[in-house]
């Protein structure tokens, strides 16, 4: 009797995997069509400084499977990255958000306005990264020094050393690095010290009940204050209420990502609201 059971886990075992890795290789087939089709979009996310000013925004992938059906990124990066498809998806992310920095860079009104693109481990761990990045640049024509990648501490401390390489190599270029949803991680004081980030973004699971929960509000004040001891930039994502933005203009924070004052937008919409003539 017991065998049989066995076998039978087994066997629904076998057929659950099946099940997922079929699911898996068909995202994976859609997500290929989806490069070839075009039906990638860049959605764009406002980053405002303490006076309420656009200085940046974040772009934020998309996928449009069909005119009603906007898939977020959450959904399909991870089957992107186990696939390795992430290098091609992210090349295209970077070229997308380069030929906006090129439209940008024509106008007095946009010209300093940086825009944060989102590097997967995968990504950011090939050898070739740096130089793709480079060529983009250089093929674009647009500025080195507009352009900010966000990088996970879980894709950065997989290799400290060739991460520090890669990083400075860019930075000597003119880039600028922010360490995405910090504070999920490891985010000790000893390793932030030894990498050359400009920037450090405070996770919004952090930000949500700043003002209610005594541990949220002791550890994004913790690392507002280690950012401030190693002279790094913070920025807080996630920020939808005016309670929230004053707990954080208390702590000397002072640059601000969320819903408060807007969420990703396409292009056109990011125009109208804040760079209408
Ligand atoms: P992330 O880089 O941490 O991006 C912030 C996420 O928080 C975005 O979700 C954004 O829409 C959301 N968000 C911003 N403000 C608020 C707010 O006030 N409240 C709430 N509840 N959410 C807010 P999104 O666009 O769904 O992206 C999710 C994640 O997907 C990103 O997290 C990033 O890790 C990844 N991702 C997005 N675009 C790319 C990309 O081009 N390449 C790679 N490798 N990953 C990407
Ligand atoms: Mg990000
Ligand atoms: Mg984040
Ligand atoms: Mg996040």
């Known amino acids: 009797k017991a065998k049989l059971n066995g076998r039978n886990n087994i066997q629904c075992f076998d057929a659950s995997i099946q099940r997922q890795l079929s699911q898996r290789s068909e995202i994976e087939n859609a997500l290929k069509h989806a490069l070839q089709q075009q039906e990638f979009r860049l959605f764009y996310q406002p980053q405002v400084d303490e006076q309420g000013r656009i200085f940046g925004v974040e772009a934020l992938l998309r996928w449009q499977k069909t005119p009603d059906e906007?898939?977020?990124?959450?959904?399909?990066?991870?089957?992107?990255?186990?696939?390795?498809?992430?290098?091609?998806?992210?090349?295209?992310?970077?070229?997308?958000?380069?030929?906006?920095?090129?439209?940008?860079?024509?106008?007095?009104?946009?010209?300093?306005?940086?825009?944060?693109?989102?590097?997967?481990?995968?990504q950011f761990l090939r050898s070739k990264f740096a130089d793709e990045v480079l060529s983009v640049l250089s093929e674009t024509g647009a500025r080195a020094d507009r352009l900010k990648l966000e990088l996970t501490e879980s894709a950065?401390?997989?290799?400290?050393?060739?991460?520090?390489?890669?990083?400075?190599?860019?930075?000597?270029?003119?880039?600028?690095?922010?360490?995405?949803?910090?504070?999920t991680g490891y985010s000790s004081l000893s390793y932030l010290k030894q990498l050359p980030v400009d920037q450090v973004k405070i996770d919004r699971s952090f930000v949500k009940d700043v003002t209610e929960d005594e541990g949220d509000s002791?550890?994004?004040?913790?690392?507002?204050?280690?950012?401030?001891?190693?002279?790094?930039?913070?920025?807080?994502?996630?920020?939808?209420?005016?309670?929230?933005?004053?707990?954080?203009?208390?702590?000397?924070?002072?640059?601000?990502?969320g819903y408060l004052f807007g969420r990703p937008v396409p292009m056109n919409e990011l125009m109208d609201r804040f760079f209408k003539v």
């Open 218 to 257: 002791a550890i994004v004040q913790a690392i507002l204050a280690m950012c401030n001891t190693l002279a790094i930039e913070t920025i807080a994502e996630g920020v939808e209420t005016q309670a929230q933005l004053e707990f954080l203009q208390q702590h000397d924070c002072c640059r601000f990502q």
């Open 70 to 122: 906007l898939i977020p990124p959450d959904l399909f990066i991870p089957v992107a990255e186990e696939s390795g498809l992430i290098t091609e998806i992210g090349l295209w992310v970077l070229k997308q958000a380069c030929q906006q920095l090129v439209i940008w860079q024509r106008s007095s009104l946009t010209q300093d306005i940086s825009i944060s693109v989102n590097v997967s481990a995968r």
């Open 156 to 183: 950065v401390l997989q290799d400290v050393e060739a991460s520090k390489q890669k990083i400075l190599q860019l930075k000597a270029a003119g880039l600028t690095f922010s360490l995405d949803d910090f504070g």
